[in-house]
């Protein structure tokens, strides 16, 4: 790991006063990793270690999974450090992998005997949103999970 940044997601209280105490599973976090087998390893770890923090065990496999996946994409594609970033608040879970490769990812059919291409398969079934956007040289891939517990909280939205 390169460098950590640490900071949390709160409504803006007065500008001389203490903030209100953040809600459940508000906050953001970003880490940055060299390209090395390790990276999706120490993400992973992360993501737990991060949503226990935030009080959001309930997404933590889901979302370790996922953000496996992106990270592991980021190692085989782009060869090049990578940014994990993470940020809860208002009853979402986002995770973004940002690399320096240009090209988009892409949802494979997935067969019984395809041995790659189930990480985007993966993203496109389990998260709620999900998506991509250029990112100076390269570009970041993001998902959405649902955090609040309500009623269609964390279902897919078109």
Known sequence: MLRLSEG?????????????????GA??????YE???SAAGQARAEVRR???SWGLTEQSDTAELLVSE???NALVHAESRLRLTLTAAHGVLRCEVSDADHRRPRVRRVTE????GRGMFLVDALARRWGCHEDGPGKTVWFE?????LDGCGERQP
Do not use: A, I, K, N
């Open 113 to 116: 005997t395809s041995e790659s």
């Open 8 to 24: 949390h997601l709160s409504d803006h209280g007065p500008r001389f006063g203490t903030l209100p105490p953040l809600p459940l």
């Open 145 to 149: 999970l649902g955090t609040c517990g």
């Open 35 to 37: 390209p090395s087998p």
């Open 50 to 52: 991060q949503l226990e």
């Open 27 to 32: 906050g953001h976090r970003s880490v940055e």
């Open 70 to 72: 992106l990270v592991t």
